[in-house]
């Protein structure tokens, strides 16, 4: 992919402002230089995300059809991948364009429907499918969707909500063609899995989208809520019921605690030691923003006050964060990262945040507009003061472009574009996103190509193009009960099979401990793996670590409790993991065990480790 862009272009741009200027050229040239950067990313961008799609993306061989691969990255960070959350957000973008006209891409989305559905009958460390949908949270899978067993943050449970949302997008488009059938008895069924398990465990923790914090998630809970409304509106035009669904006011209820009195805390129900500002609050109402939305409505649209005023202090928290986002003058875009207490890979501004921030902007501007006016109370005052220091709070109405509500939307709109400009000067010259940009220097790092960055750009470059997905119907929603009430409903767990799922009726497993005596130095490992794939089958990489929290000198136990498959034979070993990069030593013997029947009691397999053992590399 070597495409040019227009950074070689702006060199003679300038030049010509030089030679020929007049009172508005240089601010014209600006603009017209971003928006032909953004026609050419919109292109870059959308193939990039494409690439890294199964069977035949060309960044990703060895994906399964419709699985979305994180990056093509596999060391430094290892992002090869299919995460739950990343794939819906990407499917979500690509179904947008494909409705908005971009019909190559049917394809993907067909692929992506039969992908999810297996899915989700996959048991894995979250859990089962069956009976009670407990592996729907589970964060992430091999590329070809078998399971991955490596220690991980788990559960998330905003993937089965994203991935509902897609799906019901898709639905509400086919619905309008006349193809109520195939939305019934194919997309239905695993939109209906997805909305029990939000019915089911919004009230429970999980880990948060960046996979760090078992806790309650805004972004989680956003998400949530929006997919139980939704499917409201979806099960009763298909005429079936949605398990779930019920709970929608009392995740709204819940969403509002989220609010301090000055922002959005992004984790609650936890101990973070973080002051919970963070770019979770500002991905979660671009996710959920619905054009025919009120800006008052308790759903945190972007062109909300409680959402504006969080924006403002998100942002004021990385302008002092960043060495790059030094001298940028407040009202002016900035690099954005995840979290000021950010230690990943040094904790630097993100491509995908960045850009989230400007189509922020650009929702709420066009919720404004769709309305006609623009409520500036208190709350949002220091938001808008940053853009337009004159103003007050009142209500701005619209009329004729010399009024202040064109005047203030204007400013908006501008200060989205600074967003885009700040990631269009750190984008290389081929148009490749990385995860991230270096804090001091802007370089790109951490993941290369990444899936998410290419899909944050089309959505803003969406926007910007005034091209907005159909109400969800938050207008619809019932008002905030005046109490809370941490409730849950029951789900409904079956196999899409008209999807292409196996027909799976119990997943029974057997708690089997493993325990093994394996004298070990500081810094080796020891793994589980064997035929099957809870145990890896063979990879050493997807193996089942073993714990040595209970090691001591005299008693060297490393051990693993394992949900396995009642009734299988499993050929096993045990495997240690050397430092200093040195090759892993396997056992010398093969073992067998034949699990216990369903409905048997666990067992424990009592071993001693057989075979060479390592030394340290000393590194
Ligand atoms: C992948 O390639 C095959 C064979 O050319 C084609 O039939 C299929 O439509 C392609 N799928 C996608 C998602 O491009
Ligand atoms: C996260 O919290 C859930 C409870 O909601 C719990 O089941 C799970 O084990 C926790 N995960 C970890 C790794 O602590
Ligand atoms: C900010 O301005 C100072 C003083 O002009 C300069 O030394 C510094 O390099 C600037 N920082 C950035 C990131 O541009
Ligand atoms: C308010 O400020 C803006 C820009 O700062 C300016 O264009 C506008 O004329 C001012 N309006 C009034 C009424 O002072
Ligand atoms: C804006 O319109 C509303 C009614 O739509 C009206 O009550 C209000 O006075 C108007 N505000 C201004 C400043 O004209
Ligand atoms: C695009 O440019 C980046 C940064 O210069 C480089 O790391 C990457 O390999 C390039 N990608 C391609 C496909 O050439
Ligand atoms: C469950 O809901 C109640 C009521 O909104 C809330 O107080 C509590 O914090 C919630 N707990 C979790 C883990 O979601
Ligand atoms: C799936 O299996 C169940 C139980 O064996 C059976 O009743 C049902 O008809 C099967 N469904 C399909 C689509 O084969
Ligand atoms: C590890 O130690 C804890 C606390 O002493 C104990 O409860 C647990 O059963 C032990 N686990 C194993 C596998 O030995
Ligand atoms: C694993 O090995 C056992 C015992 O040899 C065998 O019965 C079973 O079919 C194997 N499973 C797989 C998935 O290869
Ligand atoms: C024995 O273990 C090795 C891995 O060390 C594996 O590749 C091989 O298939 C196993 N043999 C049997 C018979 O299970
Ligand atoms: C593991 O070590 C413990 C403590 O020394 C011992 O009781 C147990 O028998 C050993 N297990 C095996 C399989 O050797």
């Known amino acids: 992919m070597q495409r040019c862009l ?7 741009l300038v030049s010509n402002v030089v030679a020929a200027p007049s009172s508005s050229s240089a601010w014209n040239f600006a603009k017209r230089d971003l928006a032909s950067f953004i026609a050419e990313e919109r292109v870059v961008a959308l193939q990039g995300a494409l690439n890294n799609i199964g069977p035949n993306g060309s960044a990703v061989p060895g994906a399964g059809a419709g699985f979305v691969v994180a990056s093509p990255s596999k060391a430094n960070p290892n992002y090869f991948y299919t995460w739950s959350r990343d794939s819906a957000l990407t499917l979500k973008m690509i179904i947008d364009d494909y409705i908005f006209g971009n019909t190559a891409l049917q394809v993907y989305i067909k692929d992506y429907i039969h992908a999810q559905a297996v899915l989700q009958t996959v048991t894995n460390p979250s859990g089962p499918f069956l009976p009670n949908g407990a592996g729907l949270g ?13 220690a991980w ?37 695993i939109i209906s899995n997805d909305l029990s398990y939000v019915g089911q465990y919004w009230n429970q923790t999980g880990f948060d989208l960046w996979e760090e914090i078992n806790g309650s998630s805004f972004f989680t809970l956003q998400n949530q809520y929006r ?38 805390d992004a984790n609650i129900n936890v101990d973070d030691g973080r002051t919970g500002i ?43 964060t960043y060495a790059i986002n030094q001298n940028i003058s ?17 904790g630097n501004p993100w491509y995908l945040i960045t850009l989230a921030a400007a189509e922020f902007l650009y929702d709420a501007v066009a919720q404004w507009k769709a309305q006609r006016n623009l409520v500036v109370d208190s709350t949002s005052l220091p938001f808008f003061q940053d853009l337009y220091p004159n103003i007050t709070a009142q209500q701005y109405n619209s009329s004729n472009a010399n009024l202040p509500f064109a005047k203030i939307t204007d400013a908006v709109t501008a200060y989205a574009d600074s967003f885009v400009a700040v990631a269009e000067k750190y984008t290389p010259a081929n148009g490749s996103l990385a995860e991230q940009l270096d ?43 005046a109490t809370c009430a941490g409730t849950s409903t029951p789900g409904v767990y079956a196999p899409a099979t008209a999807a292409g799922a196996p027909n799976v009726t119990t997943s029974c497993t057997v708690p089997v401990l493993f325990e093994v005596n394996a004298t070990t130095y500081y810094g080796e490992n020891v793994y589980l793996v064997g035929n099957t794939t809870d145990l890896g089958a063979w990879d050493l990489s997807n193996s089942q670590p073993m714990s040595a929290a209970n090691y001591t000198s005299t008693r060297p136990l490393w051990y693993a409790s394992v949900a396995m498959t009642a009734g299988e034979m499993v050929d096993f070993k045990f495997a240690r993991e050397e430092d200093c990069a040195q090759a892993s030593i396997y056992e010398s013997v093969n073992r067998t065990l034949t699990v216990p029947a369903c409905g048997a009691e666990g067992i424990v397999v009592d071993a001693a480790w057989t075979g060479a053992v390592g030394t340290s590399g000393g590194c």
């Open 6 to 12: 227009s950074l070689v272009l702006s060199a003679s």
């Open 138 to 150: 589970e964060p992430k899978y091999q590329v070809d969707g078998t399971r991955f067993n490596g």
């Open 153 to 189: 943050g788990r559960p998330q449970r905003d993937g089965p909500a994203l991935r509902a949302t897609a799906l019901m997008t898709y639905s509400n488009y086919l619905l309008q063609s006349g193809q109520s059938t195939y939305v019934k008895t194919v997309i239905w069924p």
């Open 227 to 264: 997919a139980l409304v939704e499917g409201t509106q979806l099960a009763e035009d298909l005429g079936v019921t949605c398990t779930g669904c019920d709970q929608a006011p009392e995740v709204l209820c819940f969403l509002q605690s989220f609010w301090n009195g000055e922002y959005l």
């Open 278 to 320: 963070d770019g979770n609050t500002i991905l979660g109402p671009i996710q959920v923003f619905d054009i025919d939305a009120y800006c008052d409505s308790p759903t945190f649209q972007p062109c909300n006050s409680k959402s504006l005023a969080n924006f403002k202090v998100l942002i004021d928290t990385m302008r002092e």
């Open 330 to 346: 407040k009202g002016q875009g900035v690099a954005v990262g995840r979290y000021a207490e950010d230690v990943y890979m040094g």
């Open 439 to 481: 804090r001091a220097t802007g370089t790109p790092l951490s993941a290369i190509d990444l899936t998410w960055s290419y899909a944050s750009f089309v959505t803003m470059a969406q926007r910007r193009a005034a091209q907005y997905p159909a109400s969800w119907g938050s207008r619809n929603a019932a008002p905030v009960p």
